[in-house]
């Protein structure tokens, strides 16, 4: 039993507040674990240059239409960082906090679940920021940055960003094994990442290739920025592609949600 | 005394399986209480739903006056938790760690005076994952303790820990508490809930069997006296003839025979009285080199009153 006399006053009856310098802490936090994950650094930082490398050695002509190779592959890479962040990066971070108890001791912590979920998409906005400014700048000393409508384009990305999140925290929050949930992730990695064009030009696919890989939902992601990056407006079935992928995309936040809140459940 | 916990009929179940069963219970400012009972009792879950981590099924929890139904971030600020199964990222240094808990609170512990409390001011840099099992445990319950709560959860802190991180762990928590925070103790440690706990819940089969201070408990149960010898088929028999002869369990072939007050006294005499007629008749003298004495406890009253035997 212990000794009253021997431990300092703590009061009883009347806690502590809550203080709103938590999320600003929870970013900083996050951005540098995130720093220190190799793998997340590799995916985000350098395997975009690795692909840029490649492709810019590999193709250094242009198309029958007179568009140079690198101005056709710029945005698929672009996007290829976002299918990363969001369907490995953030799908394999959430089940790893989930499986060793982080979550577990943030849902004990004095502060809203949501400023987690903020804190990670914060986090993964700013990573892909600083690695597509990367991408932009080591292209743009190399070969010169076409970038004719930089709103749409980055309205575009960041759209394709939203989507990759929404079903990197749908996988996360699948009650898996992380093993499974890692290759699970890879798996779903490789179909948007082989299946929208951002690998191969989808209209180099076979007829029935290209209907199935039209809902490959980074399909109009990589359409529709292609299409900002070179200057082209956006065709009508495109901009209604874009709108279902934002219904999509809420539906699938909304199912994760759920998910989450059903933890209480167990 | 004030109740900072006051747990209500609190009741959870799943499809075929009921693990709180109308579970209710007081922690008063000031105390610290053991809930102890066997794996699956539902000690785990009863401190998940007072954590508010795991939904109950009915009842209500309150902590310092604060419902779990308020808005979780608020009633989060009621308490202090280590979990069982909880951690931090392996790469973060336990700065960093104190850094981030703190942010969460207006007045938190001073970051530097915790560490040194917690003995982890050299680790300031070290990383989570490579600190020892008893080191991850005092820097948990650092910052559980970082708001400074009035009510501390802790569940089986010392699980797996060596006797001298054992010993820094409560010391810790000697040091960072008031005589006035109240804590609930689940534990499978019936030594540490008998010597630390003012009050003790047994729970069992998703229900409340006994609750009270230990020394109470063990005389309402009449398990004051414990005596240990080599068990014979008879041996029942014989015992009921001995005055104040309340329970037995038998382990191994050993016979554990608990009495009252009443057999405290000449229980051992009379025993070997009557163990003297059977061993002749029996021819099983050794018996009685066998027979060793002492106080009953509160791993006695557990296993007597949760029907569990040492495997």
């Keep these: 039993m212990r000794d009253a006399t021997l431990a300092p006053a703590a009061p009883v009856g009347v806690p502590a507040r809550r203080s709103p310098r938590g999320l600003g802490q929870l970013c900083r936090t996050e951005t540098v674990l995130f720093l220190r994950e190799p793998a997340a650094m590799f995916f985000t930082m350098v395997f975009p240059l690795v692909l840029l490398l490649f492709v810019g050695v590999a193709y250094t002509g242009s198309d029958d239409s007179g568009t140079r190779y690198i101005d056709l592959y710029v945005p698929q890479i672009v996007a290829t960082i976002a299918v990363n962040l969001g369907v490995l990066g953030v799908a394999i971070n959430i089940a790893e906090c989930r499986e060793s108890g982080v979550l577990r001791r943030y849902r004990l912590a004095p502060v809203p679940m949501w400023w987690f979920w903020l804190s990670q998409v914060i986090v993964g906005v700013m990573m892909f920021a600083v690695s597509a400014v990367i991408l932009l700048g080591i292209v743009s000393a190399v070969y010169g940055v076409r970038l004719d409508h930089p709103v749409s384009f980055a309205a575009v990305t960041l759209l394709g960003l939203a989507v990759s999140f929404a079903i990197g925290v749908l996988l996360g929050n699948l009650r898996m094994p992380l093993r499974s949930i890692q290759i699970a992730g890879t798996g779903v990695f490789f179909v948007m990442f082989l299946g929208s064009g951002a690998a191969l030009p989808r209209d180099a696919f076979p007829d029935w290739l290209r209907l199935i890989t039209a809902v490959n939902p980074m399909s109009p992601i990589v359409d529709a920025s292609t299409d900002a990056y070179l200057g082209r407006s956006l065709s009508p079935h495109l901009v209604v592609g874009l709108g279902l992928l934002v219904v999509f995309t809420v539906v699938l936040v909304e199912v994760a949600r759920r998910m989450s809140h059903r933890e209480l459940d167990r | ?311």
Aim: hydrophobic share 40%; charged share 25%.
């Design chain 2, 1 to 311: 005394m004030t109740a900072v916990l006051v747990v209500d009929d609190l009741r959870k179940s799943y499809p075929g399986r009921t693990v709180l069963d109308g579970v209710t219970l007081r922690v008063h400012e000031g105390e610290t209480i053991g809930l102890v009972g066997p794996n699956g009792a539902g000690k785990t879950t009863l401190l998940e739903c007072v954590e508010g981590i795991r939904r109950a099924d009915s009842g209500s929890v309150t902590i310092a006056g604060v419902t779990a139904s308020a808005a979780s971030a608020v009633f989060h600020l009621t308490f202090g938790a280590q979990l069982q199964e909880s951690s931090l990222p392996n790469r973060l240094r336990v700065g960093e760690a104190m850094r981030l808990f703190a942010a969460f609170y207006d007045e938190p512990w001073d970051i530097d005076d915790l560490l040194e409390r917690i003995d982890l001011r050299e680790q300031r840099r070290t990383m989570y994952g490579k600190l020892s099992g008893g080191q991850k445990r005092r820097l948990t319950l650092a910052l559980a303790l970082l708001g400074r709560p009035p009510m501390v959860l802790l569940d089986e802190p010392t699980t797996g820990l060596d006797p001298h991180a054992r010993l820094e762990l409560w010391g810790v928590l000697e040091r960072l508490t008031s005589g006035r925070t109240a804590i609930l103790l689940a534990t499978h440690d019936m030594h540490e809930a008998q010597e630390r706990c003012d009050r003790i819940y047994v729970l069992d089969q998703a229900r409340m069997v006994a609750d009270g201070p230990v020394s109470r408990l063990l005389d309402e149960a009449g398990l004051v006296t414990k005596i240990r010898l080599p068990h014979r088929p008879w041996m029942d028999e014989v015992l009921r003839a001995v005055p104040g002869w309340t329970a037995s369990r038998v382990v191994a072939a050993t016979h554990y025979a608990y009495g009252g007050a009443a057999f405290a006294g000449d229980a051992a005499a009379a025993l070997r009285q009557h163990l003297t007629a059977r061993s002749d008749e029996h021819g099983t003298p050794q018996l009685l080199a066998g027979i060793t004495t002492g106080p009953a406890d509160l791993e006695d009253l557990y296993l007597i009153r949760t029907g569990r035997q040492y495997a």
